[in-house]
C-alpha cells in the first residue's frame, strides 16, 4: 500500500492520502488523513537526514580546511591574467549575444 502526502498551501495542514480499492475502502472512514504539523515536519526532516547521512557515507565530508584549501586554488586560478582576459572576452560575447537576440533570459536550449 502506498501514500500521497500533501500541504494545502492556504492552511499548512499535512494530509495523507491512501488510494484504496472498493473492498479495502468499506474497513476505512477516510482515505483523506489530516496529518499533525509537527509529528508531519518531523518526519520530513527525518527523511532529509536520512539522505544526508547515506549520501555522507558514499561522499565524505570535507573538513573546513579543506574546503578553504580548494577555495584558494580557484582564487589563485581566476586571479591570473590570462583567465581574466579570457573571462572579460566570454563575457563580451554573452553581452553581445544578448543584445542580438541570440540568448534570451531564463532558459537554455541543448543542441
Not at 49 to 68: D, K, L, S
Not at 74 to 102: F, N, T, Y
Amino acid at each position: 500500500m502506498s501514500a500521497i502526502f500533501t500541504i494545502d498551501e492556504k492552511t499548512g495542514h499535512a494530509y495523507v492520502r491512501i488510494p484504496l480499492s472498493s473492498e479495502e475502502a468499506n474497513t476505512f472512514h477516510a482515505s483523506r488523513i489530516k496529518l499533525d504539523k509537527a509529528a508531519a515536519g518531523a518526519e520530513a526532516d527525518f527523511i532529509v537526514q536520512a539522505y544526508i547521512r547515506a549520501y555522507h557515507a558514499v561522499v565524505p565530508m570535507r573538513t573546513i580546511e579543506e574546503e578553504e584549501a580548494e577555495e584558494r586554488e580557484w582564487d589563485a586560478i581566476v586571479s591570473q591574467p590570462h583567465v581574466q582576459q579570457a573571462l572579460r572576452r566570454m563575457a563580451a560575447e554573452v553581452r553581445r549575444q544578448i543584445a542580438s537576440g541570440e540568448i534570451e533570459e531564463g532558459g537554455f536550449v541543448i543542441e
